[in-house]
């Protein structure tokens, strides 16, 4: 199993640019969920998924749009992106649609709006 | 919504020591988590630890959820344990399990 899997890995965009941050897990797992991480924080929950056509927002939605057309994927869209967007972005999944089973990470994408 | 502190923000050891890191959440949990985040930014599942006590070679994990805390612990320390330790919780009112994260414990291990 590759577990969760995100692309790309660094991506340096302009201001105003839209783009789509990839996230697969090979685990079944129902439960999918999107955070951010800033220098000195913790990880704030973006979007999350508890299953295929259903999403609901985290924390810090705004800019940000998510779709879950199957099991495996979660992508996440930056709709314009602003310098504010500038962050690390995890992607994770958890067995359980309920979330409270271990959740998995991916590695991160790290991402720079100039 | 829920606040998690963790303690200390920053920790140095040296090899071989012990440590004790806490997470202290406000509100009544049904789901906590303990991860480590490496010096490259991976995030590792240590521990899922609603309740109770979880060890896995040199950590072990306490949660006492009817007093809002809970207690990581590293034994003989190593360089490898270096990073970023977190806890994340999800309050028990919550019905689809959204993690909120500590801000994290800085642990640098020396040799």
């Known amino acids: 199993n590759a577990g969760v899997t995100q692309t790309p890995k660094f991506q340096v965009l302009k201001t105003g640019q839209s783009m789509t941050l990839q996230c697969a897990q090979d685990?079944?797992?129902?439960?999918m969920s999107w955070y951010r991480q800033d220098p000195g924080m913790g990880l704030r929950l973006i979007h999350y998924?508890?299953?295929?056509?259903?999403?609901d927002q985290g924390e810090v939605p705004n800019g940000y749009n998510v779709s879950r057309s199957t099991t495996e994927d979660f992508p996440l869209r930056l709709l314009s992106a602003a310098p504010s967007q500038t962050s690390v972005y995890f992607c994770?999944?958890?067995?359980?649609?309920?979330?409270?089973?271990?959740?998995?990470f991916g590695d991160g994408t790290r991402l720079s709006i100039l | 919504g829920i606040q998690v502190e963790q303690s200390p923000p920053d920790l140095i050891l040296q090899e071989g020591a012990n440590s004790t890191l806490r997470c202290n959440f406000s509100?009544?949990?049904?789901?906590l988590q303990w991860f480590h985040q490496n010096p490259w930014g991976q995030l590792i599942n240590l521990f899922y630890?609603?309740?109770g006590t979880k060890q896995n070679g040199r950590l072990s994990a306490t949660t006492v959820a009817t007093e809002r805390y809970s207690l990581l612990y590293i034994s003989s320390s190593q360089t490898t344990d270096s990073g970023v330790y977190f806890c994340?919780?999800?309050?028990?009112?919550?019905?689809?399990?959204?993690?909120?994260f500590g801000a994290g414990t800085q642990v640098v291990v020396t040799p």
């Open positions: 630890i609603p309740s």
């Open positions: 994340a919780v999800t309050m028990t009112t919550d019905s689809w399990g959204k993690l909120q």
């Open positions: 994770a999944s958890s067995y359980s649609r309920r979330g409270n089973q271990p959740q998995h």
């Open positions: 998924s508890v299953g295929a056509g259903i999403t």
């Open positions: 509100d009544s949990v049904n789901n």
């Open positions: 685990m079944n797992h129902e439960y």
